[in-house]
Structure formats: structure tokens, C-alpha cells
């Protein structure tokens, strides 16, 4: 048995976070310069694992490691190893719960690692079933979007559980900026769900509108229309700050980057803490906003060059 080896990476949601949820589309990006690398080798001994949140036998792990220790299981049954003689190693600098897609960036560099390891390559829809039985640990019903979109090397159009390259013709920068406070994917998912049920004639009309957005900016990005892109962002972020999935925090770097000339900005993944997004024209735009994110309590800023991606 080899030393195993896997990776993937952030992605950032653009449009559709918890739209997705309830049968609309979603369009991420994958950040390939935020990754997670994980390894697998042969150690006599028990399953253990080393990593930036714990470090020891996976059986003891605590409960924030429950769905990577999740996942580890589900992938040794699935390849027919015994749960010991594997050390783990998980490094990489995809921030935990900031809406970037860690849980599922570290499920899928797991995945990959364990079968590396027993030399046992995996099809597609194996892979997204191992990543999802992390995903259903850390929030309960899954869109299967982070799982897909951490595994991306294009930009992603989801719809009704398929995912397909997105063409896009734009080039951009997006800002992206940590709130320091730790998003909350299952409880704002449970906040959206509790929405629907006691304004069930608005919630679906702002869960259409999220889809609906989705729909138009597949349309810009096609066109190179940043300027729309970004009223669109904007728009979305006031559906899921009514659906309750924003917090004071995200609207005030939303605030932050708009004022310091953002085309647009919202928060990105499961909200309620995380990360905002603030689209911006070119490098120089992105200082100025990064600089205004910081000044308003942003723990980090990331900028993520957006350009052309098409078949021809
Ligand atoms: C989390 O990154 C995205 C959500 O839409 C949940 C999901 O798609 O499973 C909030």
C-alpha cells in the first residue's frame, strides 16, 4: 500500500446559496488558491490523523471532526480496508465554517488520499456520495453543490443535482473577505426552512428571485456584463439578509465594500458569519475595497482574479 495522496479547494458561491437547497440553481467558483492536501500512509497501528484541528486517534477525535471521521469510514468500507494501520495528515488553508467550502474541501482531499492509497481509483458519482456523507453530518440535507464545486477546476452552473461547466466571458476581480466569525451552514439552512414555513407565499416569491438571479447572471457572465453581475449580487444579498441567512457582521462589510465603489457585494456560502463577496472591475479596485473590508472588520481578504473560461 502506497502513501496516498488527494486535494481539492475552496469554492465561493456566487448566486443561489440556500436557493439551491430548495430546487433552484447555483453558480460557484472554485478558488484554486485556497486547497487542502491530505495524505494516506501504511502505519501499523490505529487509524489516526493529524491536522490543524486535531491530532491522535480518529476514534477519539471530538466532535468537530465528526464529519471528516465520517467520511474517513465511509470510504474504507467502500474500498475494503480495516479501520487502522492508515495515518492521515489534512493540511491546508481553506479557513474552517467560513462559507468557502472546507467541510467538503477536506472530505474530497480525504476521499481522494484513502483511495490513492488502496490503489483504487474512484468513478465521479462515488466520489460526491463519500463527500456527501460529510456534508449531511456538517448540515443535514446537502444541495451537493460544495462537494461538487471544492472538486471544480471551471466555474459551476448546479441545477436539480447536476452540475456543467459554466462559460463565462468576464473578467473581473472578486473580493473575498473573512467576517472572522464562524458561518453557520445548518442553522441558517433551519432559518431559511422555518421562513418558508411561516411565509410560505414570500419565502418561495425570494427563492424564485434567488433562482431567477442565477438565471440572468449566467447571462452577464456570458456577456462580460460586470456591471450588471454586480447589481444582481447586491440584490441577492437583500433576498437572503430577508430570508434571515445574513448577520450584522456580513452587512457591514457588505456596506464597507459598496461605499468603497464595489459593483456589487454578498455574503457567499451558508451565511450568518463567513465570508462576504464584493465584485470590483480590475486589481487597483479590489485594494481600495479590500483596504475598506479590512478597516471594517474584515480578518482577511483574498482576491480572486475572474477571466474568461470557454470551450473555444
Ligand atoms: C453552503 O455552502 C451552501 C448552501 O446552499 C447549502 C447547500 O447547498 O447544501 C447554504
Redesign the pocket.
Known sequence: LRTGRGVAHA?V?LF??????HGEP?IALPIDALGVHATAAHVPGDLTVRSSLYTGPLADAPDLMSAPRAVVHATLDRLGLPHRDIAITVIGDVPHAR?L?SSAAVAGALVRALADHAGQPLDEATYLELVDVG?KVA?G??????ARATAASQPVWFEAGVARRLATRMTAVLVVADSGHAGR?RH??GSVASFLERHPVRGAALIAGLGALAHGAALDLAADRPSQVGEKMTTAQGMLRELG?SSPELDVLVDAAMAAGALGAKLT???QGGCVIALVRDVAEADAVGTALRAAGAVAVWHHPIGPDTED
Open positions: 469554492k458561491i443561489g446559496e440556500h436557493a439551491v437547497v447555483a462559507g467550502g456534508e448540515h440535507t446537502p444541495s451537493g453543490l460544495d451552514t441558517a439552512v441567512v456560502g451558508g451565511g
